[in-house]
């Protein structure tokens, strides 16, 4: 696997922050679900004008109702 594109995959498309497993089912949720950049929490609720608690609480939202895009809660 070429290594610069395994690192972009992992890095937010937008301000290329290091990504969480939650930060890219966001992405596949809320844009498409056969993405292959992602975005951060915080770009994705600047795109959305949302606020990061929003999106944290429908990651919650998702989780708890089964997502497959997300892990489950423990």
Request: glycine share 4%.
């Amino acid at each position: 696997m070429n290594t610069a594109k395994a690192v972009s995959q992992n890095h937010c498309r937008k301000c290329q922050k290091l990504l969480t497993h939650d930060e890219i089912g966001a992405t596949k949720k809320l844009i498409n679900r056969g993405a292959t950049t992602y975005f951060c929490l915080d770009c994705l609720s600047e795109a959305f004008e949302v606020s990061r608690e929003d999106l944290e609480n429908k990651i919650r939202y998702f989780k708890e109702n089964g997502c497959t895009l997300f892990r489950k809660l423990r």
